[in-house]
């Protein structure tokens, strides 16, 4: 099979390279530490470097990177495109290297920007790539709806008539993680049998009765810094064992996300999930919680039928 | 002025000690990074070189420590006081140190434990001792009402007929010092202009339109972990200037402490604040934007009135 298009997911802290065959299929994958951060001042080295390594790939093949590669941080700085715009249209918006040599077609993937009432404003860079992916998967129809993209943050969106809606974005893997690194919490986090909301040792953490009580807890809409301090508390007067206060903690920060959607217009619609599958299920122990129902989507599948999408636009003649 | 006991506010990080006189005076003060933390291993050693260092003090005075010193990363781990026990019985709980040579009164101030409905608890370790400095500084009758102790773990405490029957602590100090540091809005919150919750550089802070702005956000009770992401997306998009950004955050953190305390049943009384002058603005300020009363009560001055009441309870016969 001839490869014919790059799709790059490329993250903070994160790479994940995908080489497309004329007939969509993958021809190969790579998944790498040369994020965004790592890649500062050699990025056109790192992206070079990559499509060398693979004797399938032409160097003039076409490019097309999604995520953080495109913010201030990354390779070159991209406008976000407004919410209107036609998640359909997202092909027509790719932004060229500056930086890149004759003959190459390098393209960033901009982020999407939406504005709400009194001038409040969310922002996203990587996640339209993988809800391009669900549009092209499941049809414009059939992908409205409600998802959830979580990670570091995490991602609350609407589609409707293939375009994004509504976006609420959480800090909640990036809070857990800097509770659990730094702090008065970290001790009792770390210790052992402790979960991690960020993507490591999630093992029977969904299904924890510490995790669901945090749950529980954030059902209650409390003020998030004073229930933190609840979980030390617990912790300090021996209410909670200390193996405990991680799986509690993640309770409480995915759990105030639920809260979130559960005060918002109640639909008779499944929350759709796009994530990897130890994050799937803490979202699904949520999702049970609160009677909703929730359809978990491959991650790798979505973000392959945005790349395949990409391609068949890039192939046309 | 004889020199007759030693009151100590040993922290997790600071350690302020007072030498009282006995008419009741200030006789010398000093402040030191000797917190728990610098002493762990050494709080004895710390403690003689303290005293040493003080020629009006005799190594036999009395000894009074409050705070972290009290906890398990302290000196010696002190049970807390359950919430019905009255504040006036504070001085007849405190705790000899186990570690303290022949001859030496040296006792630690218990912290304070309450609980709620469904397994709630919070805690304290100081304050209880801030607490009933105001007791004696205001009087039994009077000291009824709210009271709010700002810092790294901020305390909203109701004293009821010399009781202490509500406590909340938000980490509102600790996730500020967090979020500025670490994470993804550390660069914005570092930025020129920059005020700093947990005490430094607060000038203007309290006025700044961006902290009041974050206030008026967290009235509106959005999940934190959002309101936060918020304030970067707003400097993304260029809708906040980067040195707006640590402003912005503590009219956040803090501001929900006051949404918080808004949504319980109303009250006609003044929110009383222990605390020090630039915390106090901000805290003020909230007050104004939430049309409550606020009195400022001096931080210092209620710390020596409790040692000063624990000073007479040692001298009685």
Redesign the interface.
């Known amino acids: 099979m001839t490869a014919a298009f790059i799709g790059i997911d490329w993250g903070t802290t994160h790479r994940r390279a995908t080489l497309v065959g004329s007939d969509g299929a993958i021809v190969a994958e790579r998944a790498d530490g040369d994020g965004a951060l790592a890649c500062a001042g050699r990025f056109r080295a790192s992206l070079e470097a990559l499509v060398a390594g693979w004797p399938e790939a032409s160097p003039a093949l076409p490019v097309v990177m999604a995520g953080m590669v495109g913010?201030?941080i990354g390779w070159q700085a991209v406008p976000?495109l407004e919410g209107g715009t036609p998640l359909s249209e997202l092909p027509r918006h790719l932004v060229p290297v500056a930086d890149s040599p004759p003959g190459r077609r390098w393209r960033i993937v901009p982020g999407w920007?939406l504005r709400g009432e009194g001038?409040?404003?969310?922002?996203m860079r990587g996640e339209e790539t993988q809800l391009f992916g669900a549009l092209h998967l499941l049809g414009r129809d059939a992908s409205d709806g409600c998802y959830v993209l979580p990670g570091t943050?995490s991602k609350w969106v609407r589609l409707q008539a293939g375009r994004i809606t509504e976006l609420?974005?959480?800090?909640?893997g990036?809070?857990f993680?800097?509770?659990r690194?730094?702090?008065?919490l970290a001790s009792a986090m770390q210790a052992p049998g402790a979960g991690d909301a960020a993507g490591q040792r999630h093992d029977g953490v969904a299904d924890a009765p510490d995790f669901l009580r945090g749950v529980a807890e954030a059902a209650r809409?409390p003020?998030?810094?004073?229930a933190?301090?609840?979980a030390?508390?617990?912790v300090?007067?021996g209410?909670m064992a200390p193996g405990a206060a991680a799986a509690y903690v993640s309770g409480l920060?995915i759990g105030?996300?639920w809260?979130?959607a559960q005060r918002r217009p109640s639909r008779d619609e499944p929350v759709r999930v796009i994530g990897e599958p130890a994050l799937a299920a803490l979202h699904a122990a949520c999702a049970r919680a609160h009677g909703r129902r929730l359809e978990v989507l491959d991650a790798r599948r979505i973000q392959l039928a945005a790349w395949r999408a990409m391609a068949a636009e890039d192939l046309q003649p």
Chains 1, 2 share one sequence.
């Not at 001038?119 to 922002?123: C, F, K, L, Q, Y």
């Not at 609420?168 to 909640?172: D, E, K, P, S």
């Open positions: 913010a201030t976000y920007c001038g409040a404003v969310d922002v943050h609420r974005t959480y800090m909640t990036e809070l993680a800097l509770l690194q730094h702090g008065t809409g003020v998030l810094t004073h933190l301090f609840g030390r508390a617990q300090v007067t209410a920060l105030a996300e809260a979130d």
